[in-house]
C-alpha cells in the first residue's frame, strides 16, 4: 500500500449501487468501483500500480503528474461534448398549417378541422421572410422540418419553402435537408415525386398493430386511420427507398404493455428502428385523464422492450431503439448528439426553432404546442415581420430560458451522477410545474431519464460483450457482424 497524498482529485460525481460505486466525469467518462476499491480511493491509498489507479487517470478523475497538460486534454474532451453550441440553430421547423384531416385523441398540436380555412394556414409573404430569417443562422448544416397540423393540406407553401431555401442557398452554400411530418392520408404521387426530387424524407406516425393504432389516431369521421397509413408507409418506402420513410409511435395505456407487438409491427412494415415516447403533456393529452400513466409503469415497459429489441438484434436483424441509441452515444462517445429535447443549455432555441403560421418564432414544437394548449405564449421570442435575427436571439427572455436550463447550476441535477449526459427541458417544466427550472423530486421527466440511465448503466456494468456489440452497431449504424469483426476477429471465424 502506497502512502497517501500520492495523487489528486479531479472533478467528479458518484453514487452508490448495492454492490458498486459509479464514477462519472464532466466529459462523460463514467467508472466503476467496488466499495472497498472506491474506500481506498477517496482516502488516497489506492495503490499506483493498480488497474482502477491507470483506469482512472486515463479516464480524467485523478492525476499524480503535470496538472496544466491534463487540463489541456480535458478541455478538448469538455469542448467537443459541447459542440452543438458552436454552429447555433440548425433544425428550423415550419409550421405550414394548423388544419388536419385526422383528430387524434391525444393530438399534441391541437389542430383544426381541415375545412377550417386558410385563416389557419401559413402564406406566401410569411413562409418566405421564414426562409429568410432561418438563413441568419451560422449555423453551416440547415434541416427544414414541416410541421402541422397536416402539411400535405397545404402543399404549394412546402413546395414555395422548398424552392425559396434552394434559391437563397446559391448564394448561402449551406447543406439543406427537408423532413415532412404526415400522417400520409392524403399522400399522392405527386408528392412522392416532389419528394423523390428534392430529397425529402418522411416522418409519419403509428402506435402499433391495428387494434392500437386506431384507438388513437383517428381521422374527422372517428374511423381509425391505420388502413389507410400502413399501405402508404409501404408505398413510400417502395418509391423513395430505404431510410427515407421513418415513423414514430406514443405510447399511451393502450400499448404501454403491448410494445413486443409494436416493434413487431414496425418490423413487419420494414422500418429498421422505433422511438419509444412517453406521451408529451401538451394539447388534447394535457387534461385528458386517459392518457395518464405512472413513469415507474413506462420504466418497466420501456426496460422489457428494450431487452426484447437486443434479443431481435442477436439473432440476426438489425433494428435499434433511437432514445437507447442516442444516450448511449452521449455515454461511450466524446461527441454531442442532435437531440433538441435533452441538451444543458437547452436545445430550444439553441438547436431548433419553429416558425408558426403566422411567423411567430417558439424555441421549440413544444413550446408553440404550449400556447396552443394554454394560450401562454412566453416561449414565443419573436416574429418574422417585425424581428431580426438579433431582435430574437439576444433578448433577455431568450437569455433567462437559456440560464434556466443549464442543469449544472440547478439543483438536483448539479450532482447527479447522471448529469454529464442529461439536459434541461424549461418548456415542460414551465407547463407541469409552473417554473422553467423546476423540482426534481417530483419531475415525470428526470425520474424518466434517471430510470433509463439506470438501465443503460447496468448493461455496460454487467459487460456482455454480446450486447455492448449491439450497442456499438446502433451508435455506428453497422452490422452486428462487422461490429463483431471489428474489436474481435476470432469470434467472428468462430461463428462461421
Not at 467528479?12 to 466503476?32: Q, V
Not at 383517428?218 to 388502413?227: F, I, T
Amino acid at each position: 500500500m502506497t502512502s497517501k497524498n500520492n495523487y489528486q482529485f479531479l472533478p467528479f460525481r458518484f453514487a452508490r449501487k448495492p454492490d458498486h460505486i459509479l464514477l462519472t466525469n464532466d466529459i462523460g467518462e463514467y467508472y466503476f468501483l467496488k466499495h472497498n476499491v472506491f474506500d481506498s480511493f477517496i482516502n488516497k491509498s489506492l495503490a499506483l500500480n493498480s488497474e482502477e489507479f491507470f483506469d482512472l487517470k486515463s479516464k480524467g478523475f485523478i492525476y499524480n503528474n503535470y496538472l496544466p497538460d491534463i487540463i489541456e486534454m480535458l478541455s478538448t474532451k469538455f469542448r467537443t461534448k459541447y459542440e452543438f453550441l458552436y454552429d447555433f440553430t440548425a433544425l428550423h421547423m415550419f409550421v405550414v398549417t394548423l388544419r388536419c384531416n385526422q383528430k387524434c385523441d391525444y393530438c399534441h398540436a391541437s389542430s383544426q378541422d381541415e375545412e377550417a380555412g386558410n385563416v389557419y394556414d401559413m402564406d406566401m409573404v410569411t413562409a418566405r421572410k421564414s426562409v429568410e430569417h432561418m438563413f441568419n443562422s451560422p449555423s453551416p448544416n440547415i434541416k427544414i422540418e414541416f410541421q402541422g397540423g397536416e402539411p400535405l393540406l397545404n402543399f404549394d407553401i412546402v413546395k414555395t419553402i422548398v424552392e425559396y431555401a434552394e434559391k437563397l442557398n446559391e448564394q448561402y452554400q449551406k447543406k439543406l435537408e427537408f423532413v415532412i411530418c404526415t400522417n400520409l392520408v392524403n399522400l399522392k404521387y405527386e408528392h412522392l415525386d416532389y419528394f423523390k426530387d428534392k430529397n425529402i424524407v418522411i416522418s409519419t406516425s403509428l402506435d402499433g398493430p391495428r387494434d392500437i393504432h386506431n384507438k388513437c389516431r383517428k381521422l374527422r369521421n372517428g374511423k381509425g386511420s391505420y388502413d389507410y397509413v400502413v399501405p402508404k408507409i409501404r408505398w413510400a418506402m417502395e418509391e423513395l427507398g430505404h431510410g427515407k420513410v421513418n415513423a414514430l409511435m406514443t405510447t399511451t395505456p393502450y400499448n404501454l404493455n403491448r410494445l413486443e407487438e409494436v416493434i413487431d409491427e414496425y418490423l413487419l412494415n420494414g422500418l429498421d428502428y422505433i422511438f419509444l415516447r412517453d406521451i408529451n403533456p401538451f394539447g388534447y393529452a394535457y387534461s385528458n385523464k386517459q392518457f395518464k400513466y405512472s413513469m415507474v409503469d413506462f420504466i418497466k415497459s420501456y426496460k422489457d422492450a428494450l431487452e426484447y429489441i437486443i434479443q431481435i438484434n442477436l439473432k440476426g436483424t438489425f433494428f435499434t431503439e433511437v432514445f437507447t441509441t442516442i444516450l448511449l452515444s452521449r455515454i461511450l462517445t466524446p461527441f454531442s448528439t442532435g437531440f433538441v429535447d435533452l441538451q444543458s443549455p437547452t436545445g430550444a432555441g439553441i438547436s431548433g426553432i419553429i416558425y408558426d403560421v403566422n411567423g411567430d418564432i417558439f424555441v421549440s414544437d413544444e413550446a408553440r404546442m404550449m400556447y396552443r394548449t394554454i394560450g401562454d405564449k412566453y416561449f414565443c421570442i419573436g416574429n418574422v415581420h417585425k424581428d431580426n435575427w438579433h431582435d430574437v436571439f439576444c433578448n433577455e427572455k431568450f437569455k433567462k430560458i437559456v440560464q434556466s436550463s443549464c442543469i449544472d447550476a440547478l439543483p438536483g441535477c448539479s450532482w447527479c451522477v447522471y448529469k454529464p449526459y442529461c439536459g434541461g427541458d424549461p418548456v415542460r417544466n414551465y407547463l407541469v410545474q409552473g417554473d422553467m427550472e423546476g423540482y426534481r423530486p417530483t419531475s415525470e421527466f428526470c425520474h424518466k431519464h434517471f430510470g433509463v440511465f439506470e438501465i443503460l448503466f447496468d448493461y455496460l456494468k454487467d459487460e456482455d460483450n454480446d450486447i455492448q456489440d449491439v450497442f456499438w452497431s446502433w451508435i455506428t449504424y453497422r452490422d452486428l457482424a462487422q461490429i463483431r469483426n471489428y474489436f474481435n476477429p476470432e469470434k467472428v471465424l468462430d461463428t462461421v
